[in-house]
């Protein structure tokens, strides 16, 4: 897991920083998992 997140501070977020809420390491690891889990859209992910 550990690898994973470092591997992740290697993508560049380029979102506009006072319109971000979240971290993008934090959503892509919860999409992640989700796939993981069988989510199959947006909907299923939140």
Not at 18 to 40: E, G, M, N, Q, S
Request: proline share 0%; net charge negative; hydrophobic share 50%.
């Amino acid at each position: 897991m550990e690898k994973l997140l470092q591997w992740m501070e290697y993508i560049e977020d380029v979102r506009q920083e006072r319109k971000v809420r979240h971290k993008l390491k934090d959503i892509l690891v919860i999409v992640l998992f989700a796939t993981l889990a069988d989510a199959d859209g947006w909907v299923e992910i939140a």
